[in-house]
């Protein structure tokens, strides 16, 4: 698929150590507790009663809850098998402080780990979130129960241990389930975000927002993707699954005449737009939309944004078969496809090897060190030689394009155009010289 000379050695870290600079850890109750001498059976804690719960308990009983009661630390590969771990090589060591603290507060304040084969008990997780350059800290509580008693002395007492502490939320999780966060959120302490600096811009962080662990290696994943895109100052270029907007403004600023962003997690977008505004970045807009929805709608319209550049960095399940149905018909001149999980994109990438592009450069950057897991850049370009640039707008099957069912209701006007981006982003409706006019 790929030719051998197409692959380029992988870009390593200098230093490899303690880069993770967002840290989850589950809190639960150690075994045996509640049996023999000096335990005591967990208290029950009703998962969101309003005014039965109770997660601080008097002083008499916190003093029964030790520190050896409360577990935290990694989950086995595969299992829920916690194993305690009090430092860590990969993990930041401010947040992995913050994990311990919180595991102290607790024990002295009597606040139980949750038990997940009961239902019971009120910390379920802490996650922790470090700027790399910012060293602003951001503390994500997650509890089995909405109302959090003394939470504001919590929060001094948290941040009295660890002054780089910013920001805390909590993130109200009742159900039962593997999924770490709930939808519920109320900031406690702080702005609700933190900030760092990426590739010379500054991001806003939020808990629900999606950030790269490894700031270090990202900004060399983001040289490379953006010089793979080969940007000269006319292209536009859409950054599908875009997150908070973090790649997509740093093309903005090098070389990108504009840029639309696209995520499904409004919270991202809204990061995403407020990063381009302190930033002052202009040539960028976001959505809040499935990227799959995004990209039909766009290559059903009648505007193709020309030259035009696709990044794309897709969740580990990587991108849908519409999506690069919709990605090929669009035919954008370079496609940049960023992927944590080489297995997904190597069965995309074949995809729109099959649908007329050809893979040009395979990266690998090591972003998750002492691990198994990699990041890998593939750039691909149109191959022209056997298709037509017309052919390879209307896809694989050589059709023409289907209107989506809103741009018939609305007549020939493209999506862009729909979301009042077209003025924004300067995007003209296209005029293809090999198409019947309307
Ligand atoms: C690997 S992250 C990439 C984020 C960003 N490019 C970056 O470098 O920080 C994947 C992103 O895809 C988003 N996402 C997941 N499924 C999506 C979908 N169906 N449509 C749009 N975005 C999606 C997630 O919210 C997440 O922000």
């Not at 150590?17 to 059976?41: D, E, L």
């Not at 771990?85 to 947040?95: P, R």
Request: proline letters at 6%; glycine letters at 8%.
């Amino acid at each position: 698929m790929a030719p051998v000379e197409a692959v380029q050695p992988i870009l390593g870290m200098d230093e490899p150590f303690h880069y993770r600079n967002k840290v989850i850890s589950p809190y639960a109750p150690a075994k045996g507790r509640g049996k023999g001498k000096g335990r005591q059976t967990p208290v029950k804690v009703a998962p969101d009663g309003a005014g039965r719960s109770k997660p601080v308990k008097s002083a008499k009983d916190a003093a029964k809850l030790g520190r050896a009661d409360i577990l935290t630390g990694m989950y086995e590969t595969g299992s829920h098998r916690l194993i305690p771990t009090d430092t860590c090589a990969i993990e930041n060591e401010v947040a992995k402080r913050v994990i311990l603290a919180i595991r102290d507060i607790m024990a002295r304040w009597g606040m139980e780990p949750y038990d997940e084969d009961a239902g019971t008990g009120f910390v379920r997780h802490a996650v922790v979130r470090v700027g790399h350059e910012s060293g602003e800290v951001l503390v994500t509580v997650v509890t089995n129960g909405d109302e959090f008693p003394a939470s504001k002395a919590f929060c001094r007492e948290l941040a009295r241990r660890v002054p780089a502490i910013t920001t805390i939320v909590q993130n109200v999780n009742t159900r039962a389930t593997n999924v770490i966060l709930g939808e519920k959120e109320r900031v406690l302490y702080g702005p609700g975000f933190i900030l760092d600096t990426l590739c010379g811009l500054s991001f806003r962080i939020s808990s629900q927002s999606f950030y790269q662990v490894n700031a270090t290696q990202t900004e060399v994943l983001y040289d490379e993707a953006i010089r793979l895109a080969g940007l000269t100052g006319a292209e536009t270029v859409i950054d599908a699954y875009c997150g908070a907007g973090t790649i997509g403004l740093v093309a903005a600023k090098r070389g990108a005449a504009r840029v639309i962003g696209v995520d499904s997690v409004a919270a991202a977008i809204r990061d995403a737009a407020n990063n381009a505004r302190h930033n002052g970045i202009e040539n960028a807009a976001f959505v809040a939309q499935d990227a799959t929805q995004f990209m039909k709608e766009l290559a059903a319209s009648d505007e193709r944004p020309e030259p035009l550049v696709l990044l794309m960095d897709p969740p580990r399940a990587g991108s849908t078969p519409a999506f690069l149905e919709a990605a090929a018909a669009l035919a954008p001149e370079r496609i940049v496809y960023i992927s944590c999980n080489p297995r997904t994109q190597a069965r995309d990438v074949r995809h729109l090897v099959k649908a007329g592009y050809e893979v040009r450069v395979v990266r690998p950057v090591d972003m998750f060190p002492h691990t198994d897991h990699v990041e890998s850049i593939v750039m691909l370009e149109k191959r022209c030689e056997n298709l037509s640039t017309t052919e390879l707008r209307r896809g694989p099957r050589g059709g023409s394009r289907q209107a989506s069912s809103e741009s018939v209701r609305n007549g020939p006007v493209g999506c862009f155009a729909e979301r009042g981006l077209s003025e924004g982003l300067g995007i003209t409706p296209r005029s293809d010289p090999e198409e019947p006019q309307q």
